[in-house]
Antibody
Framework: EVQLVESGGTLVQPGGSLRLSCEAS????????MNWVRQAPGKGLEWVSY???????YYADSVKGRFTISRDNAKNSLYLQMNRLRDEDTAVYFC?????????WGQGTLVTVSS | DIVMTQSPDSLAVSLGAGATINCKSS????????????LAWYQQKPGQPPKLLIY???TRESGVPDRFSGSGSGTDFTLTISSLQAEDVAVYSC?????????FGQGTKLEIK
């Protein structure tokens, strides 16, 4: 069974940093592209970043230059380093496996940016 | 960026009745390379992550009941639920994966009348 478990979300002040993790199990993690998708409270889904199995990376313009996606295949883990956080980054952050599109999602981790 | 616009924003349907949700993309998501529409539908219940229902505009994900169907091509797409069940109450979102940034519709809230 595919499982994705996010962690690392917490309350952080504007301008602060945070690192999210997503631990994968139930599939060969290194073979799949992975994504981060976020959802602000009461809002729709917003794609954040993509990392392919071969290392290709894409970011949404809203996070480019502030967020960094990475993976450690030995640890079956995906990461999102978030710097210079803003109020508008407040959201539940989901990691999602990509097979054609986002076929498996974690439960999400809440990031709250507030002073 | 490709903008995805859904209609309606909310919908109330009687149990056993059909429901139709529309999704329009600001540019075509049909690939001339493989003649596939890069369009997916998700269902999201409160407090849960999204669940993939439909991809390639009309291919049902494994395990999804056949009362859910997708149609359309190019820029106009439809999700149809043929006979609404109580467990179908959720927010439904379309998404294009034709090009980055991958973009979602604003969501349609489906309720029981």
């Amino acid at each position: 069974e595919v499982q994705l478990v996010e962690s690392g979300g917490t309350l952080v002040q504007p301008g602060g940093s945070l690192r999210l993790s997503c631990e994968a199990s139930g599939f060969i993690f290194s073979s799949y592209s992975m994504n981060w998708v976020r959802q602000a409270p009461g809002k729709g889904l917003e794609w954040v970043s993509y990392l392919s199995s071969s290392g290709t990376i894409y970011y949404a313009d809203s996070v480019k230059g502030r967020f960094t996606i990475s993976r450690d295949n030995a640890k079956n883990s995906l990461y999102l380093q978030m710097n210079r956080l803003r109020d508008e980054d407040t959201a539940v952050y989901f990691c999602a496996r990509e097979v054609t599109t986002f076929d498996s999602w974690g439960q999400g981790t809440l990031v709250t940016v507030s002073s | 960026d490709i903008v995805m616009t859904q209609s309606p924003d909310s919908l109330a349907v009687s149990l056993g009745a059909g429901a139709t949700i529309n999704c329009k993309s600001s540019q075509s998501v049909l690939s001339s390379f493989n003649n596939k529409n890069y369009l997916a539908w998700y269902q999201q219940k409160p407090g849960q992550p999204p669940k993939l229902l439909i991809y390639w505009a009309s291919t049902r994900e494994s395990g999804v009941p056949d009362r859910f169907s997708g149609s359309g091509s190019g820029t106009d797409f439809t999700l149809t639920i043929s006979s609404l069940q109580a467990e179908d109450v959720a927010v439904y979102s379309c998404q294009q994966y034709f090009t980055t940034p991958f973009t979602f519709g604003q969501g349609t809230k489906l309720e029981i009348k």
